[in-house]
């Protein structure tokens, strides 16, 4: 049997890996109909003790992931063949825990390539030798302090100290691990859920909140985008979403140390909030067992941000849904954008991106001030345009639209984007570099003819579905961020450990 180690943003690149893999004859196994947790990592220890080869996806992903890396020296450990089969770039082989094994380059595959790595793998496999006695101890489950710190917030009261320690360790991993998207979805689905308890303190809300400002990484710096009248929008997929929910936002100074959350709200939250933090751990007879290692899948129904949460954001009391479309993604073809390849770095949810996509479904939302011309740049008006896309389960296809956009930003950067509407009105916007890589980018940009009024632009893989949400007004900080934070509080139904 060959086990293939890999890294979960690698697994759209894998395929041709696995196919030609199969071609040997052997069975292939990777992890992807696993569960979670203990008994997830518990199945993945046994079948590398069962391999006649261990194969390794080399990519920066994998070599800062700390289950691979785990995997692969228990697999020395236990003296398998290792096959080191690089899929991605690497910035110095030299510096990795392969330095002095030899890589197949398996980048560009032909068929001379695919051959040469059967080969390979023969000629390892044939070099199989018993497990050693005793076997060595197994690595322990990555990532368990999140069972831990999860079973810490199932308790139905928190002291302050308690919650002061609980923000520290949680901004301390999420430093940590901030290689990892995975651990930073759950680390900031375990903050949301501190942040939303009714004994939280002013000072815990008010530190969780600049934290996951620093996890969405502040968009500062111009950013330019008009949401234009999207009217008639054109169906792109198929399910709906359901109406958002409404969470709490933390107040704007500090009344007292604790804050009180309004009367009934624990009885209406306590259920999903102390079922995300079950879902995360169950307890049983005393022993935790995480349930769930990946991204659990998007519901039928991601919510988007209501408008009563988003005026606290954006720092007003009058924002309104201007427009919005339900499974159905905005009409590219009601404006004329020049150049028209940069109209995907303005508009969120765009038909013309999502073409050719895999996206299953997108839904999106505009809200600004009532009476308004459903577009940003007009008197200064805050403007929001949030949209979620749901793509195949496991299929990796929302980090790929990601490096695609991530890709079309930057051939934008810099650029002055013109949007000619219907009614006449023209915007110019100057667009600035984008940050990051998939599966996490943001970019910003400026009306030329008002430099003060900016956008700020955030997009996110997370699990199955692509958040895409678009801020806009004078003075913008880190808006977009928390708009994405809060959207990715809403969006799974529980962490993905």
Same mark, same amino acid.
Request: aromatic content about 6%; charged content about 20%; some cysteine.
């Given at each position: 049997?060959?086990?293939?180690?890999?890294?979960?943003?690698?697994?759209?690149?894998?395929?041709?890996?696995?196919?030609?893999?199969?071609?040997?004859?052997?069975?292939?196994?990777?992890?992807?109909?696993?569960?979670?947790?203990?008994?997830?990592?518990?199945?993945?220890?046994?079948?590398?003790?069962?391999?006649?080869?261990?194969?390794?996806?080399?990519?920066?992903?994998?070599?800062? $992931?700390?289950?691979?890396?785990?995997?692969?020296?228990?697999?020395?450990?236990?003296?398998?063949?290792?096959?080191?089969?690089?899929?991605?770039?690497?910035?110095?082989?030299?510096?990795?825990?392969?330095?002095?094994?030899?890589?197949?380059?398996?980048?560009?595959?032909?068929?001379? #390539?695919?051959?040469?790595?059967?080969?390979?793998?023969?000629?390892?496999?044939?070099?199989?030798?018993?497990?050693?006695?005793?076997?060595?101890?197994?690595?322990?489950?990555?990532?368990?302090?999140?069972?831990?710190?999860?079973?810490?917030?199932? =308790?139905?009261?928190?002291?302050?100290?308690?919650?002061?320690?609980?923000?520290?360790?949680?901004?301390?991993?999420?430093?940590?691990?901030?290689?990892?998207?995975?651990?930073?979805?759950?680390?900031?689905?375990?903050?949301?859920?501190?942040?939303?308890?009714?004994?939280?303190?002013?000072?815990?809300?008010?530190?969780?909140?600049?934290?996951?400002?620093?996890?969405?990484?502040?968009?500062?710096?111009?950013?330019?985008?008009?949401?234009?009248?999207?009217?008639?929008?054109?169906?792109?997929?198929?399910?709906?979403?359901?109406?958002?929910?409404?969470?709490?936002?933390?107040?704007?100074?500090?009344?007292?140390?604790?804050?009180?959350?309004?009367?009934?709200?624990?009885?209406?939250?306590?259920?999903?909030?102390?079922?995300?933090?079950?879902?995360?751990?169950?307890?049983?007879?005393?022993?935790?067992?995480?349930?769930?290692?990946?991204?659990?899948?998007? =519901?039928?129904?991601?919510?988007?941000? #209501?408008?009563?949460?988003?005026?606290?954001?954006?720092?007003?009391?009058?924002?309104?849904?201007?427009?919005?479309?339900?499974?159905?993604?905005?009409? =590219?073809?009601?404006?004329?954008?020049?150049?028209?390849?940069?109209?995907?770095?303005?508009?969120?949810?765009?038909?013309?991106?999502?073409?050719?996509?895999?996206?299953?479904?997108?839904?999106?939302?505009?809200?600004?001030?009532?009476?308004?011309?459903?577009?940003?740049?007009?008197?200064?008006?805050?403007?929001?345009?949030?949209?979620?896309?749901?793509?195949?389960?496991?299929?990796?296809?929302?980090?790929?639209?990601?490096?695609?956009?991530?890709?079309?930003?930057?051939?934008?950067?810099?650029?002055?984007?013109?949007?000619?509407?219907?009614?006449?009105?023209?915007?110019?916007?100057?667009?600035?570099?984008?940050?990051?890589? #998939?599966?996490?980018?943001?970019? $910003?940009?400026?009306?030329?003819?008002?430099?003060?009024?900016?956008?700020?632009?955030?997009?996110?893989?997370?699990?199955?579905?692509?958040?895409?949400?678009?801020?806009?007004?004078?003075?913008?900080?880190?808006?977009?961020?928390?708009?994405?934070?809060?959207?990715?509080?809403?969006?799974?139904?529980?962490?993905?450990?």
């Amino acid at each position: 049997m060959l086990f293939i180690s890999y890294a979960s943003q690698d697994k759209a690149v894998i395929e041709t890996l696995v196919t030609t893999l199969r071609r040997s004859g052997q069975r292939v196994w990777l992890d992807e109909e696993l569960g979670g947790g203990e008994t997830w990592w518990r199945a993945i220890l046994e079948q590398i003790r069962r391999a006649d080869l261990f194969v390794v996806a080399v990519s920066e992903h994998s070599l800062a $992931s700390k289950p691979c890396q785990a995997e692969l020296r228990y697999a020395q450990a236990l003296k398998r063949p290792v096959l080191p089969v690089q899929i991605g770039a690497v910035d110095s082989l030299r510096l990795t825990p392969l330095a002095t094994t030899q890589i197949f380059d398996f980048r560009h595959p032909t068929a001379r #390539s695919r051959e040469q790595l059967l080969a390979a793998a023969s000629t390892l496999i044939g070099r199989d030798a018993p497990l050693p006695t005793p076997l060595p101890a197994e690595p322990p489950v990555p990532f368990a302090y999140l069972m831990r710190l999860a079973t810490t917030m199932s =308790s139905p009261e928190l002291s302050r100290y308690q919650q002061a320690e609980l923000v520290t360790e949680l901004k301390n991993r999420l430093d940590e691990d901030r290689n990892d998207p995975a651990a930073c979805r759950d680390i900031t689905r375990l903050l949301y859920l501190l942040h939303e308890r009714p004994d939280v303190t002013w000072r815990t809300r008010t530190d969780i909140d600049a934290i996951l400002g620093l996890a969405a990484g502040p968009a500062s710096g111009p950013l330019p985008t008009p949401t234009q009248p999207f009217t008639g929008p054109q169906a792109v997929s198929t399910l709906a979403f359901t109406a958002p929910q409404p969470l709490a936002e933390p107040p704007t100074h500090p009344a007292a140390e604790t804050t009180a959350a309004p009367p009934g709200w624990w009885r209406r939250h306590r259920r999903w909030l102390l079922a995300g933090a079950a879902a995360v751990v169950s307890v049983v007879t005393a022993t935790v067992v995480v349930v769930i290692t990946r991204p659990a899948p998007v =519901s039928a129904g991601p919510m988007l941000i #209501s408008d009563a949460d988003l005026e606290p954001i954006m720092g007003t009391e009058q924002l309104a849904i201007a427009d919005s479309g339900v499974a159905q993604a905005k009409q =590219s073809s009601l404006v004329d954008i020049t150049p028209t390849e940069c109209g995907g770095a303005l508009y969120p949810g765009l038909d013309s991106d999502y073409l050719d996509s895999g996206a299953q479904q997108v839904s999106w939302r505009v809200s600004e001030p009532p009476g308004g011309l459903k577009r940003a740049g007009v008197n200064n008006n805050p403007f929001v345009d949030q949209a979620v896309a749901v793509f195949a389960p496991k299929s990796a296809a929302g980090a790929e639209f990601v490096r695609r956009s991530a890709q079309q930003w930057r051939d934008c950067a810099g650029k002055t984007v013109t949007v000619d509407y219907r009614d006449g009105a023209v915007f110019t916007w100057l667009l600035g570099e984008p940050r990051g890589e #998939s599966p996490r980018i943001v970019h $910003s940009f400026t009306l030329v003819a008002n430099p003060d009024y900016g956008c700020q632009r955030v997009l996110n893989a997370v699990a199955d579905a692509v958040i895409d949400v678009k801020t806009c007004g004078i003075g913008l900080t880190d808006q977009a961020n928390r708009v994405s934070a809060r959207l990715i509080g809403t969006l799974t139904d529980i962490p993905s450990f």
